[in-house]
């Protein structure tokens, strides 16, 4: 019903026209003003299977229509343009589009419940101000800016609304259960509630400009069993973008987002922005690109993030082009439960995506984030980069392809390398945590054919690795393992495995931790092994205070496998302390037929306690070598041992040690071997100021030894370089004829006079040091017993004696096997 706001341009109706080939009610006149067309009514509505047409003057670009008066508009059959223009509807109490609504508009339409619309010369068109159009010189486009839109003035479609332009809904409640598609921009936009149910909507670009759907509103966005699909077909510029955007919540139910470009241009992107909640419930978003174009972005900013109930996000690409990447950052969390993040390279050249997580803490429950590299690739699979403070890893991921948790880069199968895993605090934060709630999860990277790729965990103060999970890089072809390193000042592993392996021809990662301090406990383990005929990596410790290991099954271990053809790998260690206690060890066993690796640990004192070991044993070839050079003390308790023992007919490995004091309890079983079975006993040599404790022996004892034996073959040598001593040093020569002891016998005792004293002499050890073995003595003293004048002790007084010159003779007395002294006469006590 036109209304008559617009003086002598007012609209009119034409009845039974027809336009393509049906009857339609046709409105003709209007105002004109440019390139555009304004009508005004007072209502507005298209009945139930009822066909109304806006008739498109030529030259005309846009037709804008108001409605006035107090009613909604029902939208219930055909709305349409008779030609290329543009259509504007406004009404501010409202519009619905029923179930058998349709648009018949080449060019763009938009509906909207603001009370007016604003043009770039700052004039308006009101539907509550109704007054003459302003005299534009512009064009209007759907992106111009609209007035203000009650909350309660709703768009509510549940029909098939498609366009080949533009399709915009602008409401302060929007909700939508029908089919929206648009051939450029689809956009819905509310001031207060946004809901989107059982609908799809699509953008197909097959024009010179791009696509792009945009969901935002200021407070909520719902989106229920919903499609949302930006599609390219050749494209020069690539796929439309899909922008979404809520203040406080935005929650998918069973919903997907789907973008992807089959030309050469790149595939759209995904940007998801809330203040608050970003929840994805049974729901999927994926970016993909299969040509030479680049994978699309997704990009994710919000306060928390949410994936649960096998909800998924894949970046995806099958051509040459470069796969998309996905980026994430959440203020407070984000938590995945039974989902997975996922950048893929499927097929192609093309170099896949990366995945990045910033967040200040991420949940990782029965969910997977995975870079990974398919068979049918030849591009390097992409990183993955996390910022957390905190990760939590926990739960079976029960999607394909199954468990454990947690994070995952790596080639399945094909030549293609894979990609790193790095992990680090957020900016300003000093400490990085690392919590596995269950033995089967882990963070992992896999190389096959390809390389593998490496992982690195830093933080500036301390990295705190605990419970029942792994860390570990691999490979299971011929190309090598990549490296696990981890960077802080003290790293704490509680419970944890950390573990580079080969199971293929390719050699095994490497093990690096840099920093202060490594505490080691309850069962965890840092270890490289080899299960085929790949040797296994090495560990290498560059601490600059201590490592402790502490309890049974927690230790540096490089070994191999039963079977297996690889050569273990070696343990190097150079801390200031390095202390091993309750059943903790270090060693480089070999049970293949591989060689044993070596340990080399360079400290200032080392000290193994209650069970603890250094082991460098095989089980058919020959036992690594163990080097220890301490500085100060190697100690040794409580059945503790240093063994470099070969099984089979492998020679034993060899032991060096070089401290100044090595020390051990000779009742504690505390040993120092290099034995063999078959083969050859090694060489065990030993240099120090001091051995103190252990015995040298043929065969192990409930003591403490030191042995290199063969219980089949030849002995070892045992080498004990300890300071040169003169046995000779400080003896005094005793005396060859024996004494007349007639002459010897004094017949009484007078005044020394000028004769010589007797002296007595304590010869000592002759430099030999003390032995621990040898029974404790009081310190020997002296006192001097010289006589220096007579006095009157009647013992002392008595006639002279002959042969002098009436002064007493006295013998000279020298020390021999006992001391002597005068029989008791003559008042002699």
Sequence with gaps: MPDSTLGPGQSSLTPNVILKGQPALRIDGGTLRGSNLFHSFSQFNVGDLERVYFANPADIQAIVTRVTGGNPSNILGTLGVAGPASLFLINPNGIYFGPNARLDITGSFVATTADRLKFAD??????????????????????????????????????????????????GTLRSQGQLQAGRDLILRSSDLLQVQNASLTVTSNGPTLGTITIE???????????????????????????????????????NLFTTTSGAGRSGDVRITTSQTTT????????????????????????????????????????????????????????????????????????????????????????????????????????????????NISGNFNLPPGPPSGLFAGTVGGPAPAGNIVIQPLAGYPTLTVNFLDSNDSISVAGGQGQGGNVILTAPEAVTIQGAGRINVSTGGPAPAGRLLISSGVVILDGVFLEANSSGSGSGGDILITGKSLLLSNGGRVFTVARNSGPAGNIELRLSDQVILSGTG???????????????????????????????????????????????????????DRNAFI???????????????INNVLLLRR??????????????????????????????????????LFGKGGNLRITSQAVLGLKF?????????????????????????????????????????????????????????????????????????PSPADPLSRDLFWQDLQLYGLGDDPWLSGPPQPGGNGSPRIARIACSR???????QEGAP
């Design 615 to 629: 082991s460098a044993e095989t089980a058919n070839s020959n036992g690594g070598n163990i080097n220890l050079q």
């Design 554 to 608: 927690t230790g540096l271990f490089a070994g191999t496998t039963p079977n297996s053809r690889g050569n273990s790998g070696n343990v190097i260690i150079d801390p200031q302390t390095v202390l091993i206690q309750d059943g903790a060890g270090i060693a480089v066993n070999s049970l293949g037929r591989g060689i044993g690796g070596n340990v080399a640990i360079q400290a200032g004192n080392l000290t193994l």
């Design 639 to 676: 059945n503790s041992t240093i063994s470099a023992t070969a099984g089979g007919t492998g020679d034993g490995g060899n032991v060096q040690i070089t401290a100044t004091f090595v020390v051990a309890n000779p009742f504690e079983n505390s040993d120092i071997t290099a034995n063999a």
């Design 122 to 171: 700052g004039s308006e068109f009101s539907a509550t101000h109704p007054q003459a159009p302003p005299l534009l010189t512009v064009s209007i486009i759907p992106g111009m800016q609209f007035g203000s839109s009650a909350p309660m003035a709703t768009i509510f479609n549940q029909g098939q609304l498609r366009t080949g332009q533009d399709l915009v809904l602008v409401a």
């Design 217 to 255: 509103s200021p407070a909520n966005v719902l989106l229920d069993n919903t499609q949302i699909t930006t599609n390219s077909t050749n494209h020069p510029q690539g796929g439309g973008d899909i922008v979404l955007t809520a203040a406080n919540l935005l929650a998918l139910n069973g919903s």
């Design 280 to 391: 994805f419930n049974s729901s999927r978003m994926t970016t993909e690109t299969r040509s030479s174009g680049a994978g699309g972005l997704v990009i994710v900013n919000t306060q928390r993030l949410t994936l649960q109930n096998s909800s998924v996000w894949r970046a995806i690409t099958f051509g040459s082009g470069p796969g998309g990447t996905l980026t994430i950052d959440a203020a407070d969390s984000v938590n995945l439960s039974q989902s997975l993040l996922a950048v893929e390279t499927r097929a192609g050249s093309g170099q896949g995506g990366d995945l990045a997580v910033t967040t200040p803490m991420l949940n990782v429950d029965g969910s997977r984030v995975t870079t990974t590299v398919l068979p049918d690739a030849l591009g390097r699979g992409g990183d993955i980069l996390v910022q957390a403070n905190v990760i």
């Design 818 to 824: 006992s001391l002597a002294r005068p029989s008791n």
């Design 697 to 769: 022996g043929n065969q192990l004892t409930p003591f403490s030894d030191i042995t290199a034996s063969s219980e089949f073959g030849a002995d070892g040598q045992v080498d004990l370089n300890t300071p040169n001593t003169d046995p000779q040093r400080g003896l005094v020569n005793l005396p060859v004829d024996l004494l007349d002891a007639t002459q010897q016998i004094a017949q009484g005792c007078g005044s020394p006079g000028s004769q010589q004293s007797g002296r007595f002499v304590n010869a000592g050890r002759g430099g030999l040091p």
